[in-house]
């Protein structure tokens, strides 16, 4: 992959987007509506750029975090907990116009997601004018990990800034509402990691895309776009990818489910890494499959003691 990801991974990965706070609960029976359930609930630092930011910076890779929080308890608990597992948030905003994002959401017994809502109204403070302002640090990455929570006009302008500077870009589409703000983008994408739902919507093939063969066709799709790597999450039966050059399934390992906030996040941020470490394809998928695997048996969106070696231990053979 050196083609692909020329860097060394000793330069700063440059994350920009969401951060928030997860809120979760986990029902205890069956979901009554217009009544209160009987929940596990949990709060965690949460957001997609921020949690593959973490996952990253605990896999020992540099990270710079560009992202907007409150200025409020939630920001001040996330620039703390994020820092402390070594990502650089030194330009992060502290808004005063805006609370820190929240994500709220309902999983079932069985650990899958039934509804969720989320204000990300704090990332409307990541303007192009902001990224102008911190260009420099394009300039001084390896790559740029973006999500489509960012506004169109900061999400062009992120890509403008990248291809000055000659750096991949890896993209997460964050939902199925927000994924159609990569569309104009997927040729200048490296990477792209959407669920299958997300994944219909980039290829303009809604509620389209559910079995294994599609996922692998959908995935074709992106690389006909001029995606370099699409993967696509598939939940309980892995992971579907493709390149120009090949394509194939990485099964999922069977696993109890205690929350799926950031399994998603998590396996990216594997796959990034191994990439940047030279790891062939598969193998870097392989990983990310560990890594979303070891994030479902976790309360939080990061596992907190993540390591290179924990993945090895439970990768897929």
Excluded: W
Excluded at 294 to 309: F, K
């Amino acid at each position: 992959m050196d083609e692909i990801f020329p860097f060394s991974p000793d330069s700063p990965v440059l994350a920009i987007g969401a951060s928030g706070i997860d809120i979760v609960g986990s029902l205890q029976g069956e979901l009554y509506k217009g009544t209160s359930n009987p929940a596990k609930i949990r709060s965690s630092p949460g957001g997609v750029t921020r949690n593959v930011a973490e996952n990253l910076a605990r896999l020992g890779q540099p990270v710079v975090l560009l992202t907007a929080v409150g200025n409020d308890h939630a920001g001040e608990q996330i620039i703390k907990q994020t820092c402390s597992a070594g990502v650089d948030m030194s330009a992060a905003i502290r808004s005063s116009n805006f609370p820190t994002s929240t994500y709220l959401g309902v999983v079932n017994s069985k650990g899958e997601l039934q509804y969720a809502v989320d204000d990300m109204r704090a990332t409307l403070s990541l303007t192009p004018s902001y990224l102008e302002k911190n260009a420099h640090y394009f300039e001084q990455a390896s790559l740029l990990f973006l999500d489509a929570n960012l506004s169109k006009e900061t999400l062009r302008k992120a890509v403008s800034l990248a291809h000055r500077a000659r750096i991949p870009i890896c993209a997460d589409p964050a939902s199925t509402l927000l994924a159609k703000r990569l569309r104009p983008y997927l040729s200048r994408l490296t990477l792209v990691t959407p669920n299958r739902s997300e994944a219909g919507i980039l290829c303009n093939r809604p509620n389209e895309i559910s079995t294994r063969r599609q996922s692998i066709e959908a995935a074709k799709c992106l690389v006909s776009q001029g995606v370099k790597i699409a993967i696509i999450t598939m939940g309980e039966f892995g992971v579907c990818y493709a390149t120009s050059e090949a394509s194939g399934r990485v099964p999922a390992i069977r696993t109890q489910i205690v929350d799926p906030t950031g399994s998603g996040d998590a396996l990216t941020a594997a796959v990034i890494f191994g990439l940047l470490n030279e790891m062939p394809l598969d193998e870097a998928i392989r990983l990310g499959v560990s890594a979303a695997t070891l994030t479902l048996r976790n309360t939080g969106s990061v596992l907190p003691d993540m390591t290179l070696e924990k993945l090895y231990d439970q990768l897929v053979i």
